[in-house]
């Protein structure tokens, strides 16, 4: 069975993933080929063009279009639920009664339009709606590789209605055991406060994440933003997750949060350089929100751990790296599986392995990311020559040898090489690689090259090898989706990858998968003596990372890198 995943129905992340017999053939985001980040209020047309012609597939070969969005209906208890706890905005309330499926329906009509741009013949190929969340659930539980009874914990904004999904996972089906519904939404209301600390929802989480080990959780008490009762939580609507009248407004724009919260804590975070205060709120809700899942875990999937210790996660707030190191610590969890693309561009897989294996379909484990386009060296040399300015360039031999003796001797690094990753970490194809024991090496990169926040942390790829070593675990890491406590003395060998708090975002190399990859961690190894490489994405802040060479080659001559190898081709600058 041929199946062709895509996403886009919440206006941002598009994306697009092809399935042959429950093999994940392509996967990719829209935005890498527009090159908008989240690609906004756009259909992914470039992403499942890219996918069939990976899969060698033409557009009416396909068998199944599988999207992650449904209708909901009205006997359901997410319409009345939204409708009830939205009562203060009665239009809202009303509509989700009375019209609580016009996304679906304006949704299910784009996917028809982008089947017939894609060629695709829709009285031969079927189309399924999958529900969001049992998408998101489908990306962990069945590319987890797990078989057993297998919790399954999937915290996002907003689906449908559905904000939180808490299940199991057990052969081939999924069992839904609670769900939470809109504005009951922690991953919600961490994107309000996000908003509050000044930065854009959906997309700057990571950073209240990265600004929250230099703040105090203790410095103020955030309870109030989210209440526990007997069956989980309550979001307060007159702080955070507000609409209409309750909602903060500056110059005519509304915010997700409310005048309340502004009341309450003060001004929202403006400059980028302001610390105090707002350092310990992101310290507070990072807290908050770890608390509150924890609690979620205990109360639906703890028989479950308890029987088996298996758990996969899934949803914009399984990125949360933080949040899934205290599950990992779980006494508990035995096994934690974390989607890659955990955030809405994973749906497309989700809807895609959810329909492949309720048909039979075998989903294999997902050992890696790598599965955007490629381009060959000749590719690279071309895009080098079209290019006016003022570059050198060369061939060489022994890429490998060649990235580590210039990341040895402390130069930041651009590295192009092979098959582009899907899911918002660079893991060793679209990466800007340094030596996380040369000093200030994380500083130049933020400062010259990304244009990054200064408390923003880099993170180090390691070989499988010496991670125990370096983390004290030898749980699987292979996606960056997990901090680990650094050992004590790694922590001055490796200090440009270790967080002001100790921990550290790996990502475990392992023989086989990259070997290229693989191979340059070796050689620096026997010139620095660390087996390891500071590994950040290859863009710039505000931009995707890069897919192409013309890509690569734009955002080489913008910026201060010196140094980029696309596949063979090594190519340096005249100019700083």
Known sequence: MIVLGLSGALGHDASAAILVDGELVAAAEEERFLRDKHAKNRMPIRAAQYCLEAAGISADKVDVVAFPYSAISLLSTARWHYSMRHWYAPDRALDALFNGNRRYRRNR??????????????????????????????????????????????????????????????????????????????????????????????????????????????????????????????????????????????????????????????????????????????????????????????????DILAETGLIALAGGGALNVKLNQRILARSDVNKLFVQPAAGDSGTALGAATFVASENGDAVPRQNHVYLGPAFDSTACEQAVRSRTEDLNWQRVTNVVEVAADLIAAGNPVAWFQGRMEFGPRALGARSILGSPNSPGIADRINNQIKYRERWRPFCPSLLDRVAADIISSDHPSPFMTITFDVSEHWKLRIPEVVHADGTARVQVVEKGVNDRFYALIEALETRTGNAVVLNTSLNRRGEPIVCTPEDALNMFVECKLQYLLMEDILVTKNYA
């Open 109 to 302: 009509k784009r996917v028809l339009e982008v089947g017939d741009r894609l060629g695709i013949n829709w009285e031969n190929t079927e189309f399924r709606s999958v529900q969001h969340h049992l998408a998101h659930a489908s990306s962990a539980y069945h590319m987890s590789g797990f078989r057993e009874k297998t919790a399954i914990f999937c915290v996002d904004g907003k689906g449908e209605y559905a904000t939180t999904f808490l299940g199991f996972g057990l052969g081939d089906r999924i069992y839904k055991i609670k769900e939470f519904y809109d504005p009951d939404s922690l991953c919600g209301a961490y994107g309000a406060m996000t908003e509050y600390l000044g930065f854009e929802m959906l997309d700057g989480e990571y950073k209240v994440m990265g600004m929250a080990p230099f703040g105090d959780p203790d410095a103020y008490d955030l309870s109030r933003l989210i209440a526990k009762n007997n069956k989980g939580f309550q979001v307060n609507t007159r702080l955070l997750n507000t609409i209409g009248i309750r909602r903060y407004k500056e110059k005519g724009k509304g915010f997700y949060f409310g005048r309340g919260l502004v009341k309450w804590l003060g001004p929202p975070r403006r400059n980028d350089k302001a610390d105090e205060p707002y350092v310990h709120y992101a310290a507070a809700i990072q807290r908050l929100f770890e608390d509150q899942c924890l609690a979620l875990i205990d109360t639906y999937l703890g």
